[in-house]
Structures are given as C-alpha cells and as structure tokens.
C-alpha cells in the first residue's frame, strides 16, 4: 500500500502516528545503527531522514538505514541536496507560512526532473513554520518569517490555502530543537476545519507532550533532538502511543 494511503487510512481510524527524525549529520557509522537497534524494538511508524542544512550525504544514511530496518523511510529533505529516489517516499514540501519563492516553489522546480526519473511517491505537503521563542535553523537558513504563535487565525487560513492548492498534509512545523512546540489551541483550531492529515514537530521532548499535542489534533508527530539526547525514551513512546484512544481529540 502506498505510504499516503496509509497515513489517510490511520487517520480515518484515528490511529495516532509517531515519525522518528534522523538528521544525517547526528547519526553517522555506529551511532545510526545503534539508533536503528531501537528503532527495531520501539517500532515507530515512519523514520523522517532530512536537516535544515546536512554535511553527510543523504543517500548513504538511506542506504544504512534500509539495510537495518524494514521501518518505511521518507524523506523530509531540507534542500534539494537531500534528494534520494532510494527512500520510501518524498515530502515534496512548500513552506506556505513564508514569502520566500526560493521555498515556496524553487527548489521543488529543480528537483523536479530527478523526482520524475525516479518514480518515488512524492507527497506535496504545505510546510508551515510557526514562532517557537527562539530563532531556529528552519527560520534563518529559509529566510521567512515564522507565523506567531499566538495568530492561530493566520496559521489556519495559511493551512486552508494550503489544502485549497492540493497539498495532501500540512506540517506545522515549530523548528527542530524549539524552545516552545506548536501551541495546542492552535493544532487544535486546524485539525477542526482541515480534511487532510496533520504533521506536528518541533520541540516535542516528553511522553506528557506528545500525549497533549495527540489529543489536540496531530496525526503525525515527528520527534528528533529527544531521542538523540535519550534514546530509550522511544520505548516509553511507543508503548504510551498504543495505548491513546481513537479520535481522542479533545483540547480546544
Ligand atoms: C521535525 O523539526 C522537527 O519537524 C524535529 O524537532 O528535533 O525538536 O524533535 P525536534
């Protein structure tokens, strides 16, 4: 079954979903097959591959980690660069909350011709970053300007457009490493009025966390520094994910 089928099946079920993020540049040799150990034992639902700005190239971390796991690979490239037709799936990402044609469409036109070649399914997402406190590296490598986290109003006509223009998935995103998560009224107020699936990340660093942005209306959850920093806490994860009721949206 196609990766986005299967992310359109979960949520018409309800079923809440956990992507692991692998910045290339963190996991590198040992560590990444180390990482990949716990993956095998926690069994998230996606591994994300991807950075703002990576030094390790792509396709070697994709090819590692598809020799260690049977986990679907997707590719959350932070540039062109990061291409690789050897993963599962492409999030062909539009950053929607900027004003900046180099993200909004730019980089999709130059991948274009290699994403066409490769045949790898390719899942437009409007890409939405919003205020986390600080600067993140999304923000300043972008060079667009987070929505505030306190205009849930723009950030929801921001992700109607976005599903208005055939992006299947909006991703709000708060930055990876974010001093604050996307605020809860505002996940909320998204998931009431949007059809398609929602990617929640940044800052996520708790099981109390990842329970509150579930209930709020995230499908997907992306986590990546925690893990990184403790990577047993996926096995918590994993276990406290299974157990959260279906359509258990509830926070406004
Ligand atoms: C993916 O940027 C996030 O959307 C990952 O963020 O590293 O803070 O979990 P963290």
């Known amino acids: 079954m196609k990766i986005y089928n299967k992310i359109a099946e979960n949520c018409a079920n309800g079923k809440k979903m956990l992507a692991v993020l692998i910045d290339p540049d963190k996991y590198v040799g040992e560590r990444l097959v180390r990482f990949l150990e716990n993956i095998n034992a926690a069994q998230p639902d996606f591994i994300f591959v991807g950075g703002s700005l990576t030094f390790e190239p792509t396709e070697k971390t994709i090819d590692t980690i ?3 796991t049977d986990i679907p690979v997707i590719l959350f490239p932070g ?28 980089q999709a036109v130059t991948a274009a011709p ?22 993140t590296s999304v923000e300043y490598i972008s060079n667009t300007a987070p929505i505030p ?6 950030a ?3 992700a109607l457009a976005g599903e208005m223009l055939g992006n ?3 991703y709000l995103e708060a930055g990876s490493g974010a001093k604050n998560h996307v605020p809860l009224p505002m996940i909320s107020a ?13 800052g996520i660093r708790t ?13 997907i959850i992306v986590m990546g520094n925690a893990l990184e920093e403790n990577p047993e806490l996926l096995l918590s994860l994993r276990a406290l994910n299974a157990t959260l009721p279906a359509n258990s949206s509830t926070a406004e």
Do not use: C, W
């Not at 291409?83 to 999030?91: I, K, P, W």
């Not at 986290?149 to 723009?154: E, F, G, L, R």
């Open 66 to 68: 598809k020799r260690h």
């Open 79 to 106: 540039n062109v660069n990061q291409f690789s037709g050897n993963a599962d799936a492409l999030l062909l990402l539009s950053l929607i909350s900027g004003r900046n044609a180099e993200y909004l469409i730019n």
């Open 114 to 135: 290699a994403i066409y070649h490769s045949k790898i399914e390719t899942i437009p997402v409007g890409y939405m970053l919003i205020d986390s406190g600080a600067k």
């Open 149 to 154: 986290a306190d205009k849930t109003d723009i």
């Open 156 to 158: 929801l006509a921001t």
């Open 168 to 170: 299947k998935i909006i």
């Open 190 to 202: 998204l998931k009431k009025h949007l059809s398609v699936p929602i990617i929640v990340g940044g």
């Open 207 to 219: 099981a109390e966390t990842l329970q509150a942005v579930f209930a709020a209306g995230a499908d």
